[in-house]
Every structure is written in structure tokens, then in C-alpha cells.
């Protein structure tokens, strides 16, 4: 009964999961794709002007983001991508309680012989696998873009080896007629190195999922449990925003879940601290110690899947309203 019942979740949910995961791997290919068609060296002079309003808003350094790495980990952060997985979450943590209800059909699936408690396992797991599936995604569009993408490169000057000690200096206002004019994006970024940050694009759609599904476990209305998560989620946006604009108000970082949903800093630990982003913690300097990938997916996966297991008891427990 619980294999009927997962397939009955997938057939439900199965054209949400595959189209966010679609779309995601579209939009991360092309997003990537731009990446390397356009040089930032001729705007960082631009750039530098808006450095210090840059540094108000990335929790990374301003070389990191003009760096190829750089500049592709910010595809996890682009609006479309967050609410690509946030939908996901949203749409199917509100369809295991408060849906059903809502539609009159929680009655005629309990009246089968399945547990409140396997019900819900099932639905859980659909969610979570579509988590999965869609940062998976992500991450797949990006590595067939850095994989399949040239750069440009600017003519490099011809360098001259100096004699005796063997070091090459670039003879200045020179172009080397032989160096290549395109290289593949993947002599600059390391796909792997965007694996930490795919999941933690997935901790925070496992995060959402949890949390919705923990709304819907006590309330009857889906449309009340999603107003529910999308205040949730714009006023979790708001303190971000917040607590990276206004200085007296950083503390304003802890309350907000979106501080461990930085993917930019995650590949900025793969590409300058290696290991750090698969650890819990590590110490940039011997007196200073900062959190690392790991922690970051840990905690948002945690605060899901605790979403998860409450609702679950909540809804073994609940005398459930009579259809209307």
C-alpha cells in the first residue's frame, strides 16, 4: 500500500518537479553561458565606484565576484533559481494536509488501509526526492554550460624570461599575435566546485518544504497555509536585505534563514580554503573560526526535516475537521 500510495504522490506532483527542473537547468545553462560571453575587466573600473555599495549587499569579497567562479555562483542567487525551489517546497508542503481538506478528499484517502503516519512519509519523501531533483538540475545546467562555454581573453602581452633566475615579466604595450583569442570556461571554473552550493539549494527547498508542511499539518485552507509561507518567506527576505544594508542592524543576520543559503560564499571556500566547504567549521586565521558548507546544508536540511517530523505528529494526533 505505501509503494500505491508513493506513486499516487508522484503522479500528483511529478509535472511541478519536472518543470522547476526544467526550467532551472535552462536558465543555469544560459545564465552560465552569458558568464563567459562577457568580459568583466573592462567594466571593473566601472565596478570599482560601486564597490563599497557592492560590499554592503555580497557577503563576498568584490575580486572573488569579478572572478569567473565568482561570477557563476551567483546563478544560485539570481530571484528565479530561489523561487524555483521555494515554489517547490511551498506548493507541495500545502498539498499534505490543508489540501486535501480543502478539496473534500483527506476522507476517502484515509478511508483506504494506510496510516496517518505512512501518509504523510510518502508525501514527505516526494518532496524531499523533488528537492533533490531540482537543485540536481541546477547543478547539471551549470556543468554542461562551463563544460560546453569559451571565453573570451584579451591579447596578452608578450612575456620575456629573464636569465639566471627563469621568471617571465610581460613586456608592457606588446600583444602576443600567437596567444588564443577564446578558452573553455573550464580552464577557469571547477564544476565541482558548485556542488556544495547545489546542495544547499536544496536544504533550503527541503527547509520550505518543511515548514509549509508543518502549516498545513494544523490548518484546513491551503490558500491560508501558502499566504502563510510566502509571508514567511518575504519577511525572512526583508530582515536579509536588512541586515546586509544597515550596519546597526547586522545582527539582524540571525534571524533569518537566508543567511545559511549562501552559495557565492560556498564556492568562494572551494576555490580559496579547499575542504571548508564540506566541513563544519574552520579557521580562516588561528584566532577566528567560521562556519563551513557543511553547517550551512546541515542546519537548513535540520530545520526541514524537524518541519517534517512535527508535522507528521501533529497530524497523527489532530481530530480532523468534516469535509464542508
Not at 500505491?4 to 518543470?19: C, D, I, T
Not at 562577457?38 to 554592503?56: A, H, K, T, V, Y
Not at 489532530?318 to 464542508?324: E, M, N, S, Y
Amino acid at each position: 500500500m505505501t509503494l500505491a500510495m508513493l506513486r499516487q504522490v508522484w503522479r500528483e506532483s511529478r509535472w511541478l518537479m519536472l518543470g522547476c527542473s526544467l526550467v532551472l537547468f535552462i536558465f543555469c545553462w544560459i545564465r552560465v553561458w552569458l558568464v563567459g560571453r562577457i568580459d568583466m575587466s573592462r567594466f571593473q573600473g566601472i565596478l570599482e565606484i560601486l564597490r563599497p555599495e557592492f560590499e554592503n549587499f555580497s557577503p563576498v569579497d568584490f575580486e572573488q565576484a569579478l572572478t569567473y567562479p565568482g561570477r557563476v555562483a551567483f546563478t544560485f542567487t539570481e530571484p528565479m533559481v530561489v523561487f524555483m525551489i521555494v515554489i517547490w517546497g511551498i506548493a507541495r508542503g500545502s498539498d499534505a494536509v490543508s489540501g486535501p481538506l480543502g478539496r473534500g478528499t483527506m476522507e476517502m484517502m484515509l478511508s483506504q488501509p494506510v496510516s496517518r503516519f505512512r501518509y504523510m512519509l510518502c508525501k514527505n519523501i516526494i518532496t524531499f526526492a523533488g528537492a533533490l531533483a531540482i537543485a540536481a538540475s541546477a547543478w547539471a545546467g551549470m556543468a554542461c554550460s562551463i563544460e560546453t562555454t569559451s571565453v573570451k581573453r584579451e591579447n596578452q602581452p608578450i612575456k620575456m624570461q629573464i636569465p639566471l633566475v627563469k621568471i617571465e615579466v610581460a613586456i608592457p604595450f606588446t600583444r602576443d599575435a600567437n596567444a588564443p583569442q577564446r578558452m573553455p570556461l573550464s580552464d577557469f571554473v571547477d564544476k565541482e566546485d558548485m556542488l556544495a552550493s547545489a546542495l544547499d539549494l536544496m536544504a533550503l527547498g527541503i527547509f520550505f518544504g518543511g515548514f509549509t508542511t508543518l502549516m498545513s499539518a494544523w490548518d484546513q485552507y491551503r490558500w491560508r497555509t501558502i499566504a502563510i509561507a510566502t509571508g514567511f518567506l518575504i519577511a525572512q527576505l526583508l530582515l536579509r536585505v536588512m541586515s546586509l544594508s544597515i550596519e546597526d542592524m547586522a545582527w539582524l543576520k540571525y534571524t533569518t534563514i537566508f543567511s545559511l543559503y549562501e552559495p557565492e560564499v560556498l564556492v568562494s571556500y572551494a576555490v580559496h580554503q579547499r575542504g571548508a566547504e564540506w566541513s563544519f567549521w574552520f579557521h580562516p586565521t588561528p584566532e577566528t573560526w567560521k562556519l563551513g558548507g557543511l553547517a550551512y546544508i546541515s542546519i537548513l536540511s535540520g530545520g526541514g526535516l524537524a518541519g517534517f517530523g512535527l508535522a507528521t505528529w501533529i497530524f497523527c494526533r489532530r481530530d480532523l475537521p468534516a469535509p464542508v
